[in-house]
């Protein structure tokens, strides 16, 4: 498998592009069910509270992570971290 990640520095804010790749990549829907804010507390396990809590500081930081379909043995993540950020 691999691991690829890419750094671009966009109009407004850093983008990261990561592609993990290898047979049976894939994040699980226990995963994607915990990337929110508002979590039940007896949802979160030791295989998923670290997603939780890189959702939680990514919404910290104002940035936006975006998981768009993956083709096959394939893993794509998108985040946008601005350069700037209100309060």
Known sequence: GGLDVHFADLSDGVGMAIVASGPGARLKDEYLTVMTRDVPMDALT???VQAHFAWLLAEDLGAAIEIPESA???VRLAILVPTSRTQ
Do not use: P
């Open 72 to 74: 096959g043995d394939e």
């Open 46 to 48: 030791a295989h998923n």
